[in-house]
């Protein structure tokens, strides 16, 4: 999702509930990132099928579970390209709130397709660390050099990107260049030392850190869903911090979660004093936006009542 210069918009009704939203503008980086990352996406794809060929023709494990970790960087991509231009594009009214949680489909669908394949990998290493095969060093080394470069080339198109899309996704395959690092140093090794066993525990090591990461994300993906508030925000400190805000008697139904994990949501009721007038509410109003500053908040709902008004009945299914 883009970042971009933000402005609050409010209105209120006759009860005195203001409602507010910072809505975000995506400027001319969207078109950058998303041709990088159409670019990277190609990349690692047309590379992942040569992986593939290549472990089969090298009998290397090492080389298969790299290319799971690239299969699943090609789908990232390919959903961060899709995302991408869908982010510059404007929701109907009917999602109101954008199509931000398209990522959060993406993340599942990627996980399974990772966890999947590592268990297959899994299935492979297995057996060989029990009776390790003879590999072929020199392609191995030629597959690595090759790894190094088309993941070292995406970094690259994808360096400086502005949005946290574009971003994520460099990251990511800049772990893959380490990886690609790791079967080069093992391909020289048996070059001079038969020790087939390392292709063995070099792809168990690798597969089992794509599922310590894979099952990482889905719990934070599910967090997501469920609509937990954003990690590093205590909630219950933040209701504090509007309750001692001046002419507040009291807050309650303070709800804060994010659409995406970039993008946050909050809505809470702030009861006044029955004789506060327009302008002592108004400046409740601002000081509640400078204490929620620094929480990416997309919108922002807060509910102006009076001691006695709320009628809203709490939801603990």
């Not at 095969?133 to 970094?155: D, H, K, Q, S, W």
């Not at 601002?286 to 001691?307: C, F, K, N, S, V």
């Amino acid at each position: 999702m883009g970042q971009g210069h933000s402005h609050y918009q409010e209105h209120h009704d006759n009860n005195g509930h203001v409602h507010g939203n910072n809505h975000g503008h995506a400027h001319h980086h969207h078109h950058g990132d998303s041709a990088n990352l159409r670019t990277a996406f190609f990349l690692n794809l047309g590379f992942t099928v040569i992986e593939i060929i290549g472990a089969y023709l090298t009998n290397s494990v090492a080389i298969l579970s790299d290319a799971l970790h690239d299969l699943g960087d090609s789908i990232a991509l390919g959903m961060a390209w899709g995302l991408e231009n869908h982010a510059a594009r404007e929701a109907p009214a009917r999602y109101s709130y954008g199509y931000g949680r398209l990522s959060l489909l993406a993340a599942f669908i990627n996980a399974a397709v990772l966890i999947a394949g590592g268990l297959l990998v899994l299935s492979e290493v297995i057996p060989r660390l029990l009776s390790p095969e003879a590999t072929n060093a020199p392609g191995m080394i030629l597959l690595a050099l090759g790894g190094i470069a088309v993941n070292g080339a995406a970094v690259w198109r994808l360096q400086g990107g502005g949005t946290m899309n574009a971003k994520v996704a460099m990251w990511h395959l800049l772990e893959d260049v380490l990886g690609w690092v790791a079967v080069l140093i093992v391909g020289i090794t048996l070059l001079f030392v038969e020790l087939y066993i390392l292709d063995s525990i070099l792809s168990l090591l690798i597969t089992l850190y794509i599922l310590y990461k894979v099952l990482g994300h889905l719990k934070k993906t599910a967090e997501l869903f469920l609509q937990a508030a954003p990690e590093g925000v205590d909630l219950s400190h933040l209701d504090q911090r509007l309750r001692n805000i001046n002419d507040v008697e009291d807050s309650h139904h303070t709800h804060l979660w994010s659409l995406d994990g970039d993008h946050h949501v909050l809505s809470t009721h702030l009861v006044v004093s029955q004789t506060a007038d327009q302008d002592e509410i108004r400046e409740i109003k601002q000081r509640a936006r400078e204490e929620l500053d620094g929480l990416h908040l997309t919108h922002i709902t807060i509910e102006i009542e009076y001691p006695g008004d709320c009628s809203m009945v709490e939801n603990r299914m």
